[in-house]
């Protein structure tokens, strides 16, 4: 198939691209980790304050409303955090559920913010700059940059990859910005299971860059090199979660690459596509069967190994649980998981090391932000359900609002295990997604622009 060039010189990059894509290569180094007082949340958001002020000064001006409902989202959820740091009379925060334990002898009439924890919600408010700024940046670039993000979100996935395969090999590699643990395959995160997530995004982000409106024929091998590494490598990170969101984003990548490879395969026999398809399964298969004969297959050996006794995930649910019944409808707060977790912590689940979440943000959301908190995730996810329906019945070209939609899938499944959106990089993932799973509506559209936009 021939190669599509570009008539005419090529534009020199806008200062909101390179903005963010600065952005994103500083998440990848120091935006792995959700604790708070890990140095690399001071590197990630002074960064993202500096290129805030940086698009704001310098930058186009563009309407807010380009953010669509990814934005209106994002508001919500700054303001529900906002809403907890707001200080209330004694007598009010004195009948909020699970307070008063925390009123003392002497505790007068101070006024008390909702959030139990006040410092960690401020903290987790802070956070949200790196969600803002993409967001922003990402309705700055030129629609001809749309596209140039593919490649770099690869890259990134790429180079986590080789430095998680290093790690594999007993290079001994650690990220000196993130709390993570000598010995595991986290790649440049503190949790191998937020790590094999990512890996499992760049199964996905491959075939849309390689399908995406044009096809170039050499694309989809390298797309499937991409793909093979990817799994591989979840394979050595011993991430049980990324097993089941891996072996997802492999079939939603097999329905990107159907229609492009139907497309290749047209001129040839009718056994050639499922050839290849079966070619590329049986390869996979083979290189999996080889990790799991020389033992080096950690996910799975994990996972026929696990012992639901042992699992502190499954011994604290109930606590966890009763917690969440406790503060509803009001909340504990954003970011105090732990402090709070330690006012309910049973004798029997004591030990040397601390419980830092509930490991299943669902519930999560609901001990921290109460009914606000359980009505914007029940929002969100009717709105990603009504798009994904619409995106992937839409049979237009751009993969942009199917890759959205499927990026927020692997995220909602991780997220009944783990705590991956609390991560700055992942949740510049979701801000981009969110993004691209709103703009289908522009695309099908009018054939005319609208009213502001260049022909």
């Not at 969440?324 to 909340?331: L, V």
């Amino acid at each position: 198939m021939p190669l599509h060039r570009r008539s005419g010189p090529v534009p020199a990059p806008s200062l909101a691209f390179m903005l963010l894509c600065g952005l994103f290569v500083t998440l990848l180094i120091a935006g792995g980790a959700s604790r708070a007082d890990v140095g690399g949340q001071i590197v990630v958001q002074a960064v993202a304050w500096s290129v805030l002020l940086a698009a704001i000064l310098f930058a186009p001006r563009v309407p807010l409303r380009r953010m669509g409902t990814a934005g209106l989202f994002f508001a919500l959820a700054g303001m529900l955090v906002f809403i907890q740091l707001i200080p209330l009379p004694p007598s009010l925060w004195k009948a909020l559920p699970g307070r008063m334990m925390l009123v003392g002898a002497d505790s007068g009439d101070v006024w008390r913010p909702i959030s139990m924890v006040p410092g960690a919600t401020l903290n987790a408010l802070s956070s949200l700059v790196v969600p803002g700024v993409v967001l922003l940046l990402a309705t700055m670039v030129r629609p001809d940059e749309r596209s140039h993000m593919l490649p770099l979100l690869l890259g990134l996935v790429g180079a986590a990859a080789l430095i998680g395969l290093l790690q594999f090999s007993g290079a001994g590699f650690s990220n000196p910005f993130v709390n993570d643990t000598p010995g595991q395959v986290s790649g440049l995160f503190a949790n191998r299971n937020h790590f094999a997530l990512f890996l499992a995004m760049g199964c996905l982000i491959a075939p849309a860059w390689a399908t995406r409106v044009t096809l170039v024929s050499w694309r989809l091998p390298v797309a499937s090199g991409f793909i093979l590494l990817f799994a591989l490598t979840i394979l050595a990170t011993g991430s049980r979660a990324g097993l089941m969101v891996g072996a997802v984003a492999i079939i939603i990548a097999l329905l990107f690459s159907w229609p492009a490879l139907r497309k290749l395969t047209r001129k040839g026999p009718r056994w050639l596509l499922p050839s290849l398809v079966t070619g590329a399964v049986l390869i996979l298969i083979f290189f999996v069967g080889l990790f799991i004969f020389t033992d080096r297959a950690v996910s799975i050996n994990r996972a026929v190994s696990i012992d639901g006794n042992e699992d502190m995930r499954l011994r604290a649910l109930p606590t966890v649980m009763h917690m969440a019944y406790e503060y509803f409808p009001i909340g504990s707060g954003f970011g105090g998981f732990d402090p709070v977790f330690r006012i309910h912590e049973p004798f029997e689940l004591l030990k040397l090391t601390y419980f830092n979440h509930a490991h299943n943000d669902y519930i999560e959301i609901i001990l921290d932000g109460g009914l606000l908190g359980l009505i914007v995730l029940l929002l969100a996810t009717v709105w990603w359900a009504i798009r994904t329906a619409l995106v992937w019945q839409n049979k237009g070209n751009d993969a942009l609002p199917r890759l959205g939609s499927s990026i927020i899938f692997l995220i909602m499944i991780a997220s009944f295990f783990d705590y991956p959106a609390r991560t700055p990089l992942i949740m510049a993932v979701i801000a981009l997604s969110g993004l691209w799973l709103g703009e289908q509506h522009r695309e099908e559209g009018a054939a005319l622009p609208r009213r502001g936009h260049e022909l």
